[in-house]
């Protein structure tokens, strides 16, 4: 069936260091791809998406590029604030598949001064 | 953006006892709303597919008698966990899905609920 996979946390890195979470995905058809930021005591969040290959999802200096080739959707930080700890987590959606989201794990991210 | 509430946040309950989990859309009317379960260190499964005036849909393996869904108005959908046992500890989560978007009608989570059951 269709899964993610995506990196096991915590990752804890110092303010301005780069962040790379890596996910990869298992599915039967093209799905689009998301990732969701969960902070402490928050809902989920849409973080970002890419809905096809090569497409290039962005939003608050993250960035993550739909591989099919690798099936890959690595989340990406040039320079991460201790705003930016919180558990991450990577997703497909698949219109044959109901238009469910499937999720990885999470990662848990710890930004220190 | 759209915000969605849950309540309680957590509980704690016996073994046999029957708890009921809320989930609102606060400022949006959403004719689906779904739930989901996570175990520690776990993804977020899907539980179920909660659309408002009609029965829910189960995912496999899902008992739709131990987990009773209710989506009586369009920005209220309840879980109830009937006769809890231990097993059944987890952190709850909900999301409603904003209609009327055209392509990816994104979903909104909740804060989700963490059940203890002694």
């Known amino acids: 069936g269709d899964s993610v996979t995506q990196m096991e946390g915590p990752v804890t890195l110092s303010e301005e260091a780069f962040l790379t979470i890596n996910c990869t995905y298992t599915?039967?058809?093209?799905?689009?791809l998301f990732w969701y930021v969960q902070y402490p005591g928050e809902g989920l969040q849409l973080l970002l998406k890419?809905?096809?290959?090569?497409d290039k999802g962005s939003n608050k200096g993250f960035e993550a590029t739909y591989r099919k080739e690798t099936t890959s959707f690595h989340l990406e930080k040039g320079s991460v604030q201790v705003s930016d700890s919180a558990v991450y987590f990577c997703a497909l959606r698949l219109k044959a598949a109901g238009n469910k989201l499937t999720f990885g794990g999470g990662t848990r991210v710890l930004v220190k001064p | 953006g759209a915000v969605v509430s849950q309540h309680p946040s957590w509980v704690i309950c016996k073994s046999g006892t029957s708890v009921k989990i809320e989930c609102r859309s606060l400022d949006f009317q959403a004719t689906t709303m779904f739930w989901y379960r996570q175990f520690p260190k776990q993804s977020l499964m899907l539980m179920a597919t909660?659309?408002?005036?009609?029965?829910?849909?189960?995912e496999q393996g899902v008992e739709k008698d131990k987990f009773l869904i209710n989506h009586a108005s369009l920005t209220l959908s309840t879980l109830t966990v009937t006769s809890a046992h231990p097993e059944d500890s987890s952190f709850y989560i909900c999301?409603?899905?904003?209609?009327?978007?055209?392509?990816?009608?994104?979903?909104?989570f909740g804060p989700g609920t963490r059940l203890t059951v002694l």
């Open positions: 909660s659309n408002e005036g009609s029965k829910a849909t189960y």
């Open positions: 890419a809905t096809k290959a090569d």
């Open positions: 999301s409603a899905r904003l209609p009327g978007l055209a392509g990816y009608n994104e979903q909104f």
């Open positions: 599915a039967t058809g093209y799905p689009s």
